[in-house]
C-alpha cells in the first residue's frame, strides 16, 4: 500500500472519528437539555406545590378497609368555610368521591348526601358532614372508608372563593334552569357575592340555557328550596362539576397557570407533587363517565333515637354499600364488611327504617342526564 493511499485512508478514519465524537456531544447535549427540562417542570411544580395548603395524614388512621385495586378513590369536600378555613372546624357542604379508573381513565362521582347518618370514630352516630368539622380530613376520610368499605387515602378540599375563581377564570359555565332555579340562583347569589367579595348582576329569572359567572354558578349549587330539597342540591353539585371539568380539559396553558395562581392558595390536600404530575398528564383523558348520590336508597326522619332535627337514613345500610361497589368498581358480588353490617343494624336500632320502608325520589333528570336512575 503506497504512503499517499495510506495517508488518505489516515483522513478518513480521523473524518470518521470526529463524526463520532460529534455524535457523542450531541447526544450529551440533548441528554442534558431533557434533563434541564425535566428539572424545570419539577421545580415549576415545587413552586405551585408551595402555594398549596398541603397536609400529612396518618394513614393508619384513615381505617382504610382493602385494596381496590386498579382504581385510585379521592375525597372531595367543599367547606362552608366563610373566612377561608380549610382544615377543620367547618362543615363540609359538599362531600364527594372521585374514583379513577388507571386503565381507562374514566372517572365515576359519587355525592355522600351530607345529612346521612352514618358513625363516627368515638361510635356515635352523626351526619355525615360533621366528621370535618370534629377531624378536619383525616376525620372525614375515616369515616367514609369506615361506613363504605373503602380506601380513600387522599383528599382535596375547597372553600366557596376557590371555586367561583375557577369558573370566572374559565369563562363562566351554561347551564339549563327552570324559572324556580333561576329565582333561586339570584337569592343565593346575594349571599355568595358577599362572602367572596365580588359585585353581581341578576340574571334572567326566566327558564332555559343560561351562562352563569362563578358566583351564579356557585349560588346554583347550593340551591336546596326546590323539588328533591338537598337531594336535588347534591345532584346540582355534580352538574357543576361536570361543566367545569368540561372547560378545563378545553382551557389554553395560560388560563390554566392562570387558575392555579388564584386557586391552589384556597386549597387543601395531601395529594404529593409525583401525584399531580401524574393527573395533569392524564388530564386530557379523563372522563366522568357517571355520577350519583349516596345512599341509593333513602328516606329522611326526624325521630332518631338521642337526636334533634332531620336526618337522611339509608334504608339498608348493607345493600347500600354492595350497590355502590358494583357502581365504582364492578364488583356485583361484593360483600359487605363486618364494620359496614354493624351500622347496619346500628341504624335500625336508632331509626327504626327497615328495608320495608318505602324509599325518596333522589334524582330529578334535567341537566344530570347521566345520573343513576335510583
Known amino acids: ?14 473524518r470518521k472519528l470526529r463524526k463520532k465524537r460529534g455524535r457523542k456531544r450531541a447526544f450529551i447535549l440533548i441528554s442534558e437539555l431533557i434533563i434541564l427540562s425535566v428539572l424545570c417542570v419539577v421545580a415549576y411544580g415545587i413552586f405551585k406545590l408551595d402555594m398549596l395548603d398541603t397536609r400529612t395524614l396518618d394513614k393508619e388512621k384513615l381505617e382504610v378497609y382493602k385494596d381496590t ?21 367547618v362543615q363540609s357542604d359538599t362531600i364527594m368521591i372521585a374514583s379513577i379508573n388507571n386503565q381507562t381513565n374514566d372517572v365515576k362521582i359519587i355525592s355522600v348526601f351530607r345529612d346521612t347518618l352514618l358513625q363516627q370514630s368515638n361510635g356515635s352516630y352523626e351526619k355525615a358532614n360533621s366528621a370535618y368539622t370534629m377531624g378536619g380530613p383525616q376525620e372525614a376520610i375515616s ?30 359555565i351554561e347551564v339549563n334552569l327552570t324559572a324556580e332555579e333561576a329565582f333561586y340562583t339570584n337569592g343565593y347569589a346575594a349571599e355568595t357575592s358577599k362572602v367572596v367579595g365580588q359585585e353581581m348582576k341578576d340574571i334572567k329569572e326566566e327558564a332555559g340555557v343560561q351562562l352563569l359567572d362563578g358566583v351564579h354558578a356557585v349560588s346554583y349549587a347550593r340551591i336546596r328550596y326546590t323539588e328533591g ?26 388560563t390554566l397557570n392562570k387558575i392555579v395562581d388564584k386557586v391552589f392558595p384556597q386549597i387543601s390536600t395531601n395529594l404529593t407533587l409525583p401525584n399531580m404530575l401524574g393527573f395533569a398528564a392524564n388530564a386530557a383523558k379523563y372522563n366522568i363517565v357517571e355520577t350519583s ?8 326522619s326526624e325521630e332518631v333515637a338521642d337526636h334533634e332535627g332531620s336526618y337522611v337514613v339509608p334504608i339498608n345500610m348493607a345493600d347500600n354499600v354492595k350497590r355502590l361497589h358494583a357502581a365504582l368498581f364492578g364488583d356485583e358480588l361484593y360483600e359487605p364488611s ?32 347521566n345520573e343513576e336512575s335510583q
Open 1 to 14: 500500500m503506497s504512503r499517499k493511499h495510506t495517508d488518505r485512508m489516515t483522513e478518513k478514519e480521523r
Open 143 to 172: 369515616m367514609l372508608n369506615r361506613n363504605l368499605d373503602l380506601d380513600i387515602q387522599s383528599y382535596v378540599s375547597v372553600n366557596f372563593n376557590a371555586l367561583v375563581d375557577v369558573i370566572d377564570e374559565l369563562g363562566g
Open 338 to 369: 363486618s364494620k359496614v353490617w354493624e351500622v347496619h343494624s346500628d341504624i335500625i336500632s336508632l331509626t327504626g327504617i327497615t328495608e320495608d320502608t318505602l324509599e325518596m325520589q333522589t334524582s330529578f333528570g334535567g341537566e344530570a342526564s
Open 69 to 89: 385495586g386498579e382504581y385510585t378513590n379521592i375525597a372531595l369536600f367543599g367547606l362552608d368555610s366563610r373566612e377561608g378555613e380549610l382544615d377543620g372546624g
Open 229 to 254: 330539597n338537598d337531594f336535588k342540591r347534591t345532584e346540582r353539585q355534580r352538574i357543576v362539576l361536570e361543566k367545569v371539568a368540561e372547560k378545563a380539559k378545553k382551557a389554553n396553558l395560560f
Open 293 to 300: 348520590g349516596f345512599p341509593y336508597s333513602v328516606t329522611t
